[in-house]
């Protein structure tokens, strides 16, 4: 059972990965290295999974958009459990099936500033990477400013 697991958690974000690049009209630069990754399986078996891939990819991008997330839900359940078998075939490949996933951009150091907003309902909340200067007036949101007078 714990394999089983361990390959859907390789599997699952590979196939969102692959998905998303498939919507964002990506599929192209990652089909080679997916192609590289299926090889154990032999050329026609790999040549026949990527028709099917490229075949999907062409669904996606012809689907309406009002059918878009449900055509994308289904692709990448098909992924999921493709690569999951995948996996629990060969498991020395789950390193080469993670190395498919895109590297995290930017993400903060562990020393830089956290911004936490909570229990914020009908706000608006800004961020900004340096000082912001909102003036000797303020922020206004179209809401006339108070008089101090009165």
Do not use: C, H
């Amino acid at each position: 059972m714990a394999a089983e697991l361990d390959a859907m958690a390789v599997a699952v974000p590979v196939a969102s990965a692959l998905v998303a690049e498939m919507a964002k009209g990506g599929w192209a630069s990652l089909r080679g290295a997916l192609g590289r990754f299926l090889r154990r399986d032999g050329e026609p078996t790999v040549e026949r999974q990527l028709e099917l891939l490229d075949s999907a990819e062409q669904t996606l991008a012809e689907a309406a958009e009002a059918d878009r997330d449900g055509v994308r839900r289904r692709l990448e359940q098909r992924l999921v459990l493709q690569l999951a078998a995948y996996v629990d075939r060969y498991p020395d490949m789950s390193d080469e099936l993670a190395a498919l996933l895109p590297a995290p951009q930017d993400l903060p150091s562990a020393d830089a500033p956290v911004l936490n907003a909570q229990n914020n309902s009908n706000s608006q909340i800004l961020q900004a990477s340096g000082n912001l200067d909102a003036g000797s007036g303020g922020i206004n949101y179209g809401v006339p400013p108070r008089n101090p007078r009165a």
